[in-house]
């Protein structure tokens, strides 16, 4: 009863050097060598207590977490970095033999619970198949809650990253084994559901998600697990210490406006005030999808504009949407921090970047929070996101909405399971919609974003609070391309080509329309 304590993936720790030796923390210090900054910034670490009275300072200075996390970059090597079309986690990988690592717990109010538990289904066995590697342990936790309430074990499978979810359980179901419940993206799903997938039209929590729901000629054969979503990033005291005004986002109504605000941090003296990820899954998927997304704003729009472009119908220098999202990217590409060579951008760094205060936007999505975190943001900062821009009309939804939608499904086979393995996973994904303790846990425990309108628990973070405010009060809108799975990697090298400069708008335009011819 009460509390449960629930841990959380222990966090890299990162430092920032500095030469002011009021900036010392008694509790972490690390030794700097003025002479040898990047080789021994990271592998000298210490592990004692007291750190000040460190006997290895060797001409150098005392260090203090938090105050920055440029200089750890140039040291940090691991990156855990998992993508997809429509969600994406990218962070620093945790050093799991560091003794200095934190588990940190996120109490669970355990005391009130009035789901309705069908004691018939105790004992029984169901598997999950996870492919959000970063909610495993979460899930572990959760499946663990969950048998202790309704006496229904389940195993949570993982996928390593970078495996294909879609290969993955093709091969279970291959083998004749497949998950009871299988996460999966959405064109996974639209792919396997008909023939693999129970019908799951008639539950009760669709109603509470109804604008989130993947449908299939009609029927409903997958859960929403979490929204994510994406557009441009600012930090809203970074702009205001530039400007010396205060910064409200909601002023910013157009592409204008934004143009406007990115020459006044110019001319105020931040010279590029965006960072740009040179990935292709940031480009070909991320940025170009806005092509199809923005065609309406829904995700029957966008499958009609590829339709179009499948069958010849739609002549791409003529579409609308294709030359205002030139012109919003080629805005970003002037205001760019690695202008000079965008391909040799850093990932890594951009989140520093912003953190520190030598951008004050970065186009990406909720996922990119913990790099925010790890390079010194807090949970209390003020960060949001701005719409992707596309042209000068106020009235255009695509200029005061981003873009949020479901990025990860939860599939129930309809093949192997059992009646009461289909009964039990039923009850687990009510649990997760209707239990008070359910609903705690996908937000608090996976740090998710919830679909369903009736959980009343909101995320921590600062991306992920506005994206959930945003889609609570209409200002998101929820459309996904479901594209062939080159697409991303094909027109993100096409993207990348442009975007350094060796194509012009032309050669991009004949790009995408050779790939849509070849379809």
Avoid at 11 to 30: G, P, R, V
Avoid at 104 to 123: A, H, K, N, R
Avoid at 457 to 474: A, M
Avoid at 504 to 513: A, G, N, P, Y
Wanted: proline share 5%.
């Amino acid at each position: 009863t009460g509390f449960v304590k629930v841990p959380q993936k222990p966090k890299t720790k990162l430092w920032k050097i500095t030469k002011s030796k009021e900036n010392i923390d008694e509790t972490h210090c690390q030794c700097y060598d003025k002479d040898n900054e990047s080789n021994r910034l990271l592998d000298r670490l210490h592990k004692t207590k007291d750190r000040t009275s460190c006997p290895e300072i060797t001409g150098g200075i005392v260090m203090r977490k938090k105050f920055s996390a440029r200089a750890a970059a140039l040291g940090m090597s691991g990156v855990l970095l998992t993508s997809a079309l429509t969600g994406c986690t990218f962070g620093f990988a945790s050093d799991p033999d560091d003794p200095n690592a934190v588990k940190e717990e996120v109490p669970i109010d355990m005391t009130t619970d009035t789901f309705q538990y069908d004691t018939s289904l105790s004992g029984t066995s169901i598997v999950i198949m996870n492919t959000k590697a970063e909610i495993q342990t979460a899930l572990e936790e959760i499946a663990k809650v969950f048998e202790e309430k309704a006496g229904v074990h389940i195993e949570i499978m993982p996928v390593t990253d970078g495996d294909s979810p879609y290969t993955k359980v093709v091969s279970l179901y291959n083998s004749g084994n497949p998950p009871t419940l299988s996460i999966l993206d959405t064109t996974d799903v639209i792919a396997l559901a008909e023939e693999k997938a129970a019908d799951l039209s008639n539950e009760a929590w669709t109603g509470e998600a109804e604008e989130y729901l993947t449908k299939i000629n009609g029927k409903v054969y997958s859960f929403p697990l979490c929204i994510e979503g994406r557009g441009i990033i600012y930090n809203k005291s970074v702009i205001e210490d530039t400007l010396g005004t205060e910064f409200d986002p909601s002023d910013i109504k157009t592409q204008d406006d934004f143009a406007a605000l990115l020459q006044s941090l110019r001319d105020n003296g931040m010279k590029n005030p965006i960072s740009m990820a040179k990935e292709d899954w940031s480009l070909g998927a991320h940025q170009l999808q806005y092509i199809y997304e923005t065609y309406n704003g829904t995700s029957d729009g966008a499958a009609e504009v590829i339709n179009e472009l499948k069958d010849g119908t739609l002549y791409l220098p003529d579409y609308t949407r294709m030359n205002e999202f030139l012109n919003t990217f080629d805005l970003l590409k002037e205001y760019n921090v690695a202008k000079g060579d965008p391909l040799g951008a850093d990932y890594d760094e951009m989140a520093i970047d912003l953190a520190d205060g030598k951008t004050a936007f970065w186009f990406n999505g909720n996922w990119a929070w913990p790099n925010l975190e790890e390079a010194g943001a807090e949970t209390t900062d003020e960060y949001g996101f701005l719409p992707y821009f596309l042209n000068n009309d106020p009235d255009d939804f695509v200029n005061s909405k981003i873009q949020a939608s479901p990025s990860k499904q939860i599939m129930l086979d309809d093949i192997v399971a059992t009646d009461e393995q289909k009964a039990a996973a039923k009850e687990f994904l009510n649990w997760l919609v209707y239990s008070e303790i359910g609903q705690q846990m996908v937000v608090k425990t996976c740090s998710l974003i919830p679909p369903f309108k009736n959980n009343p628990n909101e995320p921590s973070d600062p991306l992920s609070r506005d994206i959930y405010e945003k889609v609570q009060n209409g200002g998101a809108f929820n459309a996904s391309a479901i594209v062939p799975n080159d697409h991303w990697s094909v027109l993100g090298a096409a993207m990348q080509k442009y975007l350094a400069g060796r194509s012009d708008r032309e050669e991009l335009i004949d790009s995408i329309q050779a790939y849509w011819d070849e379809q």
